[in-house]
């Protein structure tokens, strides 16, 4: 009697090959958009992607005048992708620990502006990483704080630099530094000429940018006070809508300090017109050793 059980082939490098094919194209949203994260030609992705979708038997994606879009089972084919390619990473950094040189990767990821912090925490780390393991890969991903956050929970970030806002219970957060920001108002604004300050109670008669991130208690009050005309994804979307005159907003000092030096912004009710923020590295709890990652954030703690 011969038998109705299904026969699966080994998993092979080439499958593993065309997963991370899929997975870029999935996370870039088509096609077009992939080539420069793979490096290779729009036509060798549809081969690839081709060839995955005849391996599995089944359809990933849809193409079309809609535009790109995972169907049910490429949805569910990309999230065990992500703990394959994810498994294979963990698995070659605990072989990489067995040597004496370091080795491996670092995925992380940081909110938008931080380089321009004068503590440059970060940067030095980093730099004290590449000189201990000239060898390691470092892999910068900028996104805005919750992807951070989903990005190390899933596996795909080895460690985060984010705000200590809303971040879920399965993630450990290591104090870094405290973040000041103040509200600001470019040259071309009205107020920027008026000699004493504005009252914080006169500030709504002014259009005004205000975040669509999570805030911490302190900003949502600040910005509470704000006549919300715009808003921005990030702190480098407001300053562009606060230079053009139109708007007040807050910036973080470290950012604005150059234009601030140049003429271009002055801050806004000195006495009040600010709020801290608390910035955090944030990696799993139940994260694997990972000498790597272990090295890095060591590094951050002796700065």
């Known amino acids: 009697m011969k038998s109705t059980r299904s026969h699966q082939s080994p998993v092979t490098d080439f499958d593993i090959r065309l997963l991370r094919v899929f997975k870029a194209?999935?996370?870039c949203g088509g096609f077009s958009a992939a080539e420069g994260e793979l490096g290779i030609s729009r036509s060798a992705?549809?081969?690839?992607?081709?060839?995955?979708?005849?391996?599995?038997?089944l359809k990933l994606c849809r193409r079309g005048r809609g535009g790109f879009a995972l169907t049910e089972e490429?949805?569910?084919?990309?999230e065990g992708a992500r703990r394959l390619l994810a498994g294979l990473e963990a698995f070659r950094n605990e072989v990489n620990a067995l040597h004496h040189s370091l080795r491996g990767e670092l995925n992380i990821g940081i909110t938008d502006t931080l380089v321009s912090s004068p503590e440059m925490r970060i940067t030095h780390a980093l730099a004290d990483l590449k000189q201990q393991g000239p060898d390691v890969r470092i892999n910068m991903m900028m996104e805005?704080?919750?992807?951070?956050?989903?990005?190390?929970v899933d596996g795909?970030?080895?460690?985060?630099?984010?705000?200590?806002?809303n971040l879920?219970?399965?993630i450990e957060a290591g104090d870094l530094y405290e973040e000041i920001s103040r509200l600001?108002?470019?040259r071309e604004h009205p107020l920027f000429s008026v000699a004493e300050d504005p009252e914080f109670e006169q500030l709504a008669q002014w259009d005004a940018v205000v975040p669509s991130y999570p805030l911490t208690e302190a900003g949502r009050e600040r910005h509470s006070w704000l006549n919300s005309s715009a808003s921005s994804s990030d702190r480098e979307g407001a300053a562009f809508l606060i230079l053009t005159g139109a708007y007040i907003g807050y910036l973080p000092d470290h950012q604005a300090h150059v234009w601030v030096e140049e003429g271009r912004l002055r801050p806004l009710c000195s006495e009040t017109g600010w709020y801290s923020t608390p910035f955090v590295?944030?990696?799993?709890?139940?994260?694997?050793?990972?000498?790597?990652?272990?090295?890095?954030?060591?590094?951050?703690?002796q700065r």
């Open 184 to 186: 600001y108002c470019s």
């Open 45 to 57: 992705i549809s081969l690839h992607m081709g060839d995955l979708e005849k391996r599995l038997g």
């Open 25 to 27: 194209v999935a996370e």
């Open 281 to 301: 590295t944030i990696t799993r709890r139940d994260r694997r050793p990972h000498r790597v990652l272990d090295v890095f954030l060591g590094a951050l703690r």
């Open 156 to 165: 795909r970030l080895h460690v985060g630099v984010v705000p200590a806002v």
């Open 168 to 170: 879920p219970a399965s």
């Open 144 to 152: 805005p704080p919750g992807e951070i956050a989903r990005a190390v």
């Open 74 to 78: 490429g949805r569910e084919v990309l």
